[in-house]
């Protein structure tokens, strides 16, 4: 008689969540994914637009060429073709310059950037030099000793970084991909930022930007494809409890009542939602209270339509100014007269009120764009996610928990969780598959989900500490 597979509970329909539930269906394991939202994707979504009724995404997310596991679960799940792969940047200077950022295709990392860092024309020689220098110091920069610095301005400064370096230079890269300003950071994210999404290999700083609404890559396609491999999905099914006996977890109760029973369980929710998931159970975490404390940092996306096209590129990153990214969804249900842009500011904690906001960044737009010069908005809306990601700080570093829990069948998954890399996309993916992985080893199953990082070339692995 053939016995029942193992039962699988996952609290948590986002990235990690359903990168878990991926890697767990295919082990042969029976998963139930429970999501208390009526979708899918976690912070991953859009909405549709009330006064426009475009379907837009809350704020831009975008892979990188380093994301190795993110771009394997797209794959794995039929997605990658919704996404588009750019081999270049545009940076827009502080008084306008255009400045395209292409690295070599036959020069090895970290040569191959040379060119494209000498293309950044706003930068005087003398700032040039300075930062090669940072870089070279950063890339030379022993683990063991990042947790030296409280944040990562003041490694630059100890750098010998000049303030006009860490605003036009620094800053550009890191808050953008932190989420968090330089002056809060950690040294070790940043450094992974830097060190594994440019200079390691050619293919690292390639950005990938979704073609379609996450809303459909995150809350139809992958679930959907999930489903039919047998993952069973429940909707609109708040988790307010974990049940436990003889030492082990033994279901997930739910806010009507009921309780899902597992063999194993997994909880993928964001990490300030833990503690109302443990529920009586919240001794099950270590330092369940400081995990669920770490701080946030919010991100804004402002959607713009305007009567005409602000730019032919499809993104574009300012330097030193308010509006950090514009975007220029070729998915957005553009109309005559109302064509969709969006800007996004990362780390937007000290920002004006929304009409002043709005005001400064048209003005920015009309003084750096040409084309946005005679542009009129037609509409616009401003969404600020509070808790959009965790702050990457040095004491959050060391909150950062394993997968592992005291409970022997309970697992934790989340950017959030000690990936080794910061709050994106791709420590979500891992975390999920890392978690998938473990309990498929502590069955004795084979798994092996979580993909390797794109391999150093030779010249990085001389070079880089």
């Known amino acids: 008689m053939e016995t029942a597979p193992p039962r699988v509970a996952i609290v948590g329909g986002g990235l990690a969540g359903m990168a878990a539930a991926l890697g767990l269906s295919q082990a042969g394991l029976k998963v139930t994914l429970i999501e208390a939202r009526s979708k899918t994707g976690g912070r991953a979504g859009s909405f549709i637009d009330p006064t426009t009724g475009a379907e837009i995404d809350y704020c831009q997310h975008v892979g990188m060429g380093c994301c190795t596991n993110l771009l394997d679960l797209l794959k794995r799940t039929g997605q990658l073709d919704a996404w588009r792969r750019y081999r270049s940047l545009t940076f827009i200077g502080p ?22 860092f000498s293309g950044l024309s706003y930068l005087s020689q003398d700032l040039r030099k300075t930062i090669a220098q940072g870089i070279w110091k950063l890339m030379r920069l022993r683990p063991e000793d990042q947790a030296n610095w409280p944040t990562m301005q003041d490694w630059l400064t100890a750098a010998g970084q000049s303030e006009a370096a860490i605003r036009e230079f620094w800053d550009v890269i890191l808050v953008s991909a932190l989420g968090e300003a330089t002056d809060r950071v950690a040294v070790a994210p940043a450094r992974k930022v830097l060190v594994d999404g440019f200079l390691s290999h050619r293919d690292a700083g390639d950005v990938w ?32 409890g974990i049940e436990s006996h003889g030492g082990r977890a033994t279901g997930v109760r739910l806010s009507d009542g009921s309780t899902i029973a597992a063999d194993y369980l997994l909880i993928a929710t964001p990490w300030h939602q833990l503690q109302n998931v443990l529920g009586d159970a919240s001794d099950a975490v270590d330092d369940g209270d400081a995990i669920a404390s770490i701080p946030a940092s919010p991100i804004t996306g402002i959607h713009l339509w305007c009567d005409r096209t602000l730019t032919d590129a499809d993104h574009l990153a300012f330097v030193g100014r308010t509006i950090q990214w514009l975007f220029r969804p070729t998915f957005a249900s553009d109309q005559p007269g109302r064509i969709y842009h969006q800007i996004v500011i990362s780390g937007s904690r000290d920002l004006p009120p929304r009409q002043q906001l709005l005001d400064q960044v048209v003005g920015e737009l009309r003084e750096l764009l040409p084309a946005a010069r005679e542009a009129n908005v037609v509409a616009s809306r401003i969404v600020t996610d509070p808790k959009s990601v965790y702050s990457v700080s040095l004491a959050t570093e060391k909150r950062r928990p394993a997968a592992t829990t005291r409970l022997p069948n309970l697992w934790l998954a989340g950017d959030w969780t000690a990936t080794g890399w910061p709050a994106t996309m791709e420590s979500a993916v891992i975390s999920g598959y890392r978690a998938a992985d473990q309990i498929a080893d502590n069955l004795g199953r084979s798994s092996g989900n979580e993909r390797p990082a794109l391999a150093k070339s030779w010249l990085a692995r001389l070079l880089v500490r």
């Open 209 to 240: 930007v979704p073609q379609l609404p996450l809303s459909v890559l995150f809350g139809q396609r992958l679930p959907d494809d999930l489903t039919r491999r047998g993952v069973e999905i429940r909707l609109s099914a708040r988790a307010v």
């Open 95 to 116: 008084a306008g310059e255009v400045c395209p950022f292409a690295g070599s295709r036959w020069l090895p990392a970290p040569l191959h950037l040379m060119k494209a």
